[in-house]
């Protein structure tokens, strides 16, 4: 009986102590379970994908700047640049660097192509970068219009400094990013995965990059990647280019913008020394209008642009028409080199490529204005009639025969007057003394129907 009770007792503290325990298990179950659900919280809010594709341009600089406002405008909670690009432009890629960086949502870059050059500066100012696999970042040499190495030391220096701040942004090595552009650096490091000999371009695959610690993830899609990051994919936005920004993307390349200039340069110039065709001023004013629409799409050119456009073109009109001596043609012409000036990207870019495109039609106008001189403007200026008989025209007669001839003066000549010579009345005029009529006379010499005469001895 006596190990009942005591069996019993134990059994009924053992419940009791159960009982106590049972809220503190509870509200460290709970606890645990709130900690696993906020590890696992997945971040709602619009997410914005906006494509950096094919070469980097001013018309990309402004696409993306708009996205980027679109985004903010949303509440967007990450924005998500798809890059598949060869490079581009250095001074856009370093505008588009400032815009992520200065950027207050969070960007990620998912190369699912190539970031290479001016793309994977692009990609490093990025707060993190996924790629797909069989992506590539690096290759950051520089490289001219002609696509020949730079070897200004200094542009050399100023660009690897870019590319490794970029880099050390988000801790990535420093040496890597300087390794993709400088050709004559070593890098070896082995425990990153990366041993580039001088003569090399640093150019990392996906998965190198991964080893190498410049990219976080690999992903299939950009939604996936989004996925990986923590956000949820329900509120995604596609940022597409307008069909506008597309041309403007293409007429802001500095190599079309030359050839519209110079065509705009040609044509008008043409067709004012040489009137009369159309076709030539038509096209050169298209080729400024397609000039001033891409800036003025990409964001680079204002409403005073097309002021200035419209005003130069009416003054070089109105030169043909009112006699100014060149003024309103001078003008017409500064109108028209500051409004190119105003609408580029930058003044000094814009005075080269003016520059190139004027010596180029310079060379075009002179074989058109040589080929087609009897049509010039300048005949406007040049009397070119002659009096001929055939209009009517009937010369006087130069009597020569008269030279050395006698003769009396019939009127006084003072000095002109009419004299009798060879039995026939002329016309005569003295070499400036007066002489009586009735007087004898001389011809000392003729000069077409002019007789001069002097008083002669009786």
């Not at 998500?80 to 990620?108: C, F, H, K, M």
């Not at 003769?407 to 007066?434: C, H, K, Y």
Request: glycine share 10%.
């Amino acid at each position: 009986m006596s190990r009942f009770r005591k069996g019993l007792v134990s059994f009924t503290a053992a419940i009791l102590l159960l009982m106590l325990c049972l809220p503190v298990l509870a509200g460290a179950a709970a606890s645990s379970g709130s900690t696993d659900r906020s590890a696992g919280e997945v971040k709602s809010g619009p997410v914005f994908i906006i494509p950096v594709e094919h070469e980097i341009e001013r018309g990309l600089q402004s696409f993306l700047e708009r996205g980027f406002a679109e985004a903010a405008n949303y509440g967007a909670v990450l924005i998500v640049l798809e890059i598949d690009t060869p490079g581009g432009l250095v001074d856009s890629a370093e505008q588009i660097g400032s815009l992520i960086r200065d950027n207050d949502i969070p960007v990620t870059a998912f190369i699912k192509g190539d970031a290479a050059s001016a793309g994977s500066y692009i990609a490093l100012n990025a707060d993190s970068i996924i790629m797909k696999p069989g992506s590539m970042i690096g290759a950051a040499s520089l490289v001219d219009r002609d696509g020949n190495s730079v070897d200004d030391a200094k542009i050399v220096s100023y660009w690897k400094s870019k590319m490794v701040g970029a880099a050390m942004l988000n801790g990535r090595d420093p040496d890597i990013a300087a390794g993709m552009m400088d050709v004559n650096l070593v890098v070896n490091k082995p425990e990153l995965g990366v041993n580039k000999a001088a003569g090399q371009i640093i150019a990392l695959t996906s998965d190198e990059a991964i080893k190498a610690g410049y990219a976080e993830h690999l992903a299939a899609t950009s939604e996936e990647a989004v996925g990986l990051l923590g956000y949820s994919t329900d509120d995604i936005f596609h940022v597409k280019q307008t069909g506008a920004e597309k041309v403007s993307h293409f007429l802001t390349n500095p190599v079309v913008m030359i050839i519209l200039l110079f065509i705009g340069i040609a044509g008008i110039v043409i067709e004012l020394l040489v009137p009369g065709f159309g076709a030539p001023g038509i096209i050169g004013t298209l080729a400024f209008a397609l000039y001033f629409f891409g800036n003025y799409v990409a964001g680079f050119a204002g409403a005073e642009t097309w002021l200035l456009f419209i005003l130069g073109l009416v003054m070089l009109v109105l030169e043909l028409f009112v006699p100014s001596f060149g003024i309103l043609g001078l003008l017409g012409s500064v109108c028209l080199v500051a409004g190119v000036v105003r609408a580029a990207f930058s003044y000094t870019h814009a005075l080269l490529n003016l520059g190139i495109a004027f010596a180029a039609a310079a060379v075009v106008i002179a074989v058109v204005v040589v080929t087609f001189k009897e049509r010039g403007i300048w005949n406007r200026f040049i009397l070119r009639e002659s009096l001929t008989k055939e209009e009517g025209f009937v010369p006087a007669l130069e009597k020569l025969s008269l030279i050395g001839a006698a003769g009396m003066s019939i009127t006084p000549l003072r000095p002109a007057g009419t004299a009798m010579i060879g039995g026939e009345r002329v016309d005569v005029v003295t070499e400036g003394s007066f002489i009586n009529p009735d007087r004898p006379i001389a011809v000392v010499k003729v000069e077409g129907g002019r007789v001069v005469v002097k008083e002669a001895a009786e």
